[in-house]
């Protein structure tokens, strides 16, 4: 498994592995039951330490998206698909909020924020390319 660790990130490294891990399990790319590098592979694969390795692979058993088997290893559980939309959600949360809060503080409508999302979502899906944002 390929995780590109970007040394001038502002993100320390076990975060941009929880990232990418979390990221991979959430859009289907890692299914359940699926079997994940060995912390010491991972470190090795990252040129990042064991224990990066290990804080990540803790945070995500914290969050219930992967489980460890003595002497087996580090799988992805399982996940149905209403916990997978919730996890998904609470990612984007914060995100939502903090663009909320920055276009009240810029005094721009709330039906003005939903037309600049719909173009933008067009945009993004090729509908339409035109924008005077």
Do not use: W
């Amino acid at each position: 498994m390929f995780i590109p660790i970007a040394k001038n990130s502002p993100l320390p490294a076990y975060q941009q592995i929880f990232n990418s891990i979390e990221k991979r399990i959430l859009t289907g790319e890692l299914q359940p039951e699926d079997p994940l590098p060995s912390i010491r592979q991972l470190a090795q694969d990252t040129s990042v330490s064991i224990i990066t390795v290990r804080r990540a692979y803790t945070d995500l058993e914290g969050k219930y998206l992967i489980y460890s088997r003595p002497g087996l290893g580090s799988f992805v559980a399982p996940l149905t698909d209403s916990k997978r939309r919730e996890l998904q959600i609470a990612l984007l949360r914060p995100l939502l909020l903090e663009t909320l809060y920055k276009a009240r503080e810029l005094n721009i409508s709330p039906q003005h924020l939903l037309e600049l999302l719909k173009r933008l979502i067009e945009e993004i899906n090729g509908e339409g390319v035109e924008s005077d944002a």
